[in-house]
Each structure stands twice: as C-alpha cells, then as structure tokens.
C-alpha cells in the first residue's frame, strides 16, 4: 500500500499544475500508474458507495489503524 501511496504522491504533484491552470493534458501512464490509479478509484468508490465508519475517519487514522493490524 505504501508504494501505491507513493505512486499516487508522485502522480498527484505531476497533475497539479494542469488543475491549478485548468488546462488539459495527454499523458502516457506507466503500468504503475495504471494499477495505482485503479486501487485507488476502486478504493474510493467502494468506500464511498455504501457509507460506514471508515468514510468518517480520518485517513490518517485509517492509515494507523492498518499498522497496527
């Protein structure tokens, strides 16, 4: 998870620029940035598409809580 998470980081600050100015962009995605990208809308989707305790917590909580486990 922790190299998904560094991917998304990666990807987010590669986007950035192109949301802040509005613009749009083509980009090649590497087959990292592929799978990252699907865990990550699979991840939200899930959470989001059937509301529970995990939506309410912060993710850094939630991020704590799957150190411990």
């Known amino acids: ?3 998904i998470l560094e991917i998304a980081k990666d990807f987010a600050e590669d986007l950035a620029p192109h949301v802040t100015s ?6 090649t995605l590497t ?4 799978s990252a990208l699907y865990h990550i809308v699979v991840d939200f989707w899930m959470r989001n598409d059937e509301p529970n305790v995990n939506v ?7 991020q704590s809580l799957g150190e411990v486990s």
């Open 22 to 27: 509005q613009t749009g962009t083509v980009k």
């Open 1 to 3: 998870m922790a190299e």
């Open 56 to 62: 309410k917590l912060p993710f850094t909580i939630l």
């Open 31 to 34: 087959a990292e940035q592929v």
